[in-house]
């Protein structure tokens, strides 16, 4: 269900002679074909008609979902029978409950129950050619990815009992290459990595999504397209959310085209991103094995954990700091040595705890005066001279008592 419009907005976009916001989504008149876009439906094509597997990969917002998603839009309901899957921490036998249920058929919490009835399934869909496709498939779990793997050979089915179309990040070919996954990575029949947009495309997009709203005059300035481009690196999603905020920004100042002041606002807004080189990578990995004395080799799936912790800002000193934590907690016996295993400690949201724990001052509170107020911190010299000065009271204390006794 699509949310109603936004009246102001809507007036907005009457004045400035739009049928609707601009950059909004993306519609069939404001699509941009791209080379590597039409390479990708064709192989998308010949993976559906093939029963075979393909992977299409690319950074996050590169528009790999939109793009499949058009894809299966286009496809004739008569010969082919999508099931999407976009639920990425689904369990194996939570992905054959899922395929069980898209396929009309009763979900049930025995894997062999479920394994029968998708049996059942496709055999009652005759010729019609399934088409599983699994979004963000960088985060499925292994079992998940063997339960489909194992699905594809299903009764020894010749041809594949499907066709499989996998969605994921950069790292994904890479992490299949890994043995576990081998035997899935072997039945892939083509690959695909859709790229950003070069600024030309940049260019195109706006201009087309502007036409696609009835405004064929030029709207953007050049200075303002350069930080469009620039801001948003050429991800689809990113352009298509900042475009639109600086639209807003120009519309509400009463002006017909976007300058750079409106795009300032939107980009410092947008989210930042470190850029990781493998130098980087390798030096952290370095830095690891020298803090825990360690032999470990940079492998791709510890390569991949590095991207992701370098990428999502945190530093060395970071590491530094969390791991020497970690170390005092576990001589005190308070955690255990597994904290300091690579895969445990390179898990985002757990270092970020153990980052701000380890930040923390344990001080004692300071004493309160009789109205309830904290008292006043001394100085170290005034410190000094009560120490020296309770030191002469014991010194005379001493000296009484030592007078009584004679």
């Known amino acids: 269900m699509k949310n109603a419009p936004d009246p102001d907005l809507g007036l907005l976009a009457r004045q400035w002679g739009a049928t609707a916001v601009p950059f909004g989504e993306l519609s069939a008149e404001a699509w941009l074909e791209t080379a590597g876009g039409q390479r990708a439906w064709t192989l998308l094509q010949q993976t559906a008609c093939f029963r075979s597997v393909m992977l299409l990969s690319g950074p996050n917002g590169a528009g790999k979902s939109a793009l499949v998603h058009r894809w299966l839009a286009s496809l004739d309901q008569r010969l082919f029978a999508p099931l999407l899957l976009t639920q990425a921490s ?17 979900a049930s919490g025995q894997r062999a129950l479920n394994l029968s009835q998708i049996e059942a399934a496709l055999l009652e869909l005759g010729k019609v050619v399934p088409l599983i496709v699994l979004d963000d498939a960088q985060n499925l779990a292994y079992g998940s990815l063997e339960e489909v793997r194992l699905l594809l050979g299903l009764n020894l089915a010749e ?5 499989l179309i996998l969605i994921g990040d950069e790292y994904l070919l890479g992490a299949l290459r890994l043995r576990q996954h081998r035997s899935l990575y072997s039945r892939i029949a083509s690959s695909f990595s859709l790229g950003p ?10 201009q087309q999504s502007l036409a696609a709203v009835g405004i064929s005059r030029p709207a953007v300035e050049p200075a303002a397209l350069n930080l469009l481009t620039s801001a948003s690196g050429g991800l689809a999603r990113s352009l298509c959310l900042l475009a639109r905020a600086a639209w807003i920004e120009a519309a509400t100042a009463g002006l017909q085209n976007i300058q750079p002041e409106h795009v300032q606002l939107p980009c410092h807004m947008a989210p930042t991103s470190t850029t990781v080189t493998p130098a980087m990578i390798e030096q952290a990995h370095r830095l690891y094995t020298q803090l825990t004395a360690q032999s470990l080799t940079l492998r791709f799936d510890r390569e991949r954990l590095w991207y992701e912790f370098l990428h999502a800002g945190f530093t060395l000193n970071d590491l530094v700091q969390v791991v020497c934590y970690l170390q005092k907690e576990i001589r005190h016996t308070r955690r255990n040595v597994g904290a300091l295993k690579l895969s445990n400690l390179l898990q985002l ?22 109205y309830g107020q904290p008292s006043p911190t001394l100085s170290l010299e005034e410190q000094k001279r009560g120490r020296q000065r309770a030191l002469d009271q014991l010194r005379n204390l001493k000296d009484q008592l030592r007078d009584r006794q004679l």
Do not use: C, H, M
């Open 159 to 163: 041809p594949p009992a499907f066709a």
């Open 90 to 106: 689904l369990s194996g036998s939570g992905v054959l409950s899922t395929l069980t249920a898209k396929l009309g058929k009763q």
């Open 349 to 370: 949201d757990r270092f970020e705890e153990d980052l701000n724990i380890s930040r923390v001052r344990l001080a004692p509170a300071p004493p309160l005066d009789r």
């Open 197 to 206: 947009w070069t600024p030309a495309q940049v260019g195109q997009y706006l």
